[in-house]
């Protein structure tokens, strides 16, 4: 299952058409979902936390975010949500392509400013934005004006929206960092994506360690520590994981029949996929997609 259909299966509110590539729905954890695996994207993605607490992961970097605060995660980024605790946590997801803010040709300011901001070039100074920076408030009227617009939807409500993400880039640009993550950061970061885009290409099908190591072009015994070093899980640990993630959504927004979901998530062992998932979950399967739909 691919990560922008997981998600999608959550959308309640959504602002989008086929020529205006924007879109932005409201999640709650765990009503929705237990967590969002470790993925990423081409697209923008701004994450507005509206109630409750939580942890979002972005390039391995933990914020633990509450109610008010606002996370910027620009193309390529590294980035899950996690349930913290056992606190719940509402966020509005908003979704665009840059090439919403690229105008065709270009010009100065998106060949010297927003592309190198897109490309990983510049960085901003913090990926995280809540109550006490000088530019907070600014950033919050322009997205709740967004909200807004895309509620009423007035004759041009585009044309609002795509003034006011330029001018939320142009506060970011004003607060942004011209040095780069070290290249050894940054080849982890690299080698991370390779192995989550694979993961989720090849989610059905057998994905051992010694595979994972080829990928990366490391020994098993490397490859072992430099994924536990990155992200704190084993891999094995951290698959399974990934693929339960995907199995639960499966069950309450498909009515296909269990053991199909299993395979579908590379679990062709039955009563292994039911003890796992019984163990993340505390029920069944089948108590999972009863309760959940319901």
């Known amino acids: 299952m691919n990560l ?8 309640k509110k959504q602002h989008t058409t086929q020529d205006f590539a924007y879109n932005t729905y409201l999640c709650s ?3 929705d979902f237990q967590n969002v695996p470790l993925h990423w994207h081409a697209d923008i993605e701004l994450i507005v936390v509206k109630k409750g607490r939580g942890i979002i992961r972005v390039d391995l970097q933990t914020h633990h975010v509450r109610a008010g ?3 910027l995660l620009l193309p390529g980024h590294l980035h899950e949500i996690l349930q913290e605790d056992s606190y719940s946590m509402e966020y509005e997801n908003i979704l665009f392509e840059e090439s919403l803010l690229l105008p065709i040709g270009g010009d100065q300011a998106t060949a010297t400013r927003l592309k190198p901001l897109f490309r990983g ?5 913090t990926v995280l934005f809540r109550e006490g920076l000088p530019y907070y408030d600014d950033l919050w009227s322009l997205i709740s004006d967004i909200d807004q617009h895309c509620d009423l939807r007035p004759i041009g409500w585009q044309l609002i929206v795509k003034s006011n993400l330029l001018r939320i880039f142009f506060i970011l640009l004003q607060h942004t960092d011209h040095t780069r993550p070290t290249a050894h950061a ?3 970061l690299e080698k991370l994506k390779v192995l989550t885009t694979y993961v989720e290409a090849h989610i059905s099908e057998e994905i051992t360690v010694e595979m994972m190591a080829d990928l990366t072009h490391y020994s098993k015994a490397h490859f072992m520590r430099f994924f536990h070093q990155q992200t704190g ?6 698959l399974n994981d990934y693929r339960l993630s995907m199995a639960a959504r499966a069950l309450t927004s498909t009515d296909d029949h269990i053991i199909e979901i299993a395979q579908q998530n590379g679990f062709y062992n039955l009563s292994y996929f039911n003890r796992l998932f019984k163990e993340k979950y505390q029920m069944t399967p089948r108590q999972f997609r009863r309760e959940n739909k319901a």
């Open 121 to 125: 070039d510049l960085l901003p100074e």
């Open 4 to 11: 922008s259909v997981y998600q999608g299966y959550e959308e």
């Open 233 to 238: 899980s084993r891999f094995t640990e951290w």
């Open 186 to 188: 940054a080849r982890s």
């Open 29 to 31: 954890l765990p009503l």
């Open 69 to 71: 605060d606002i996370i």
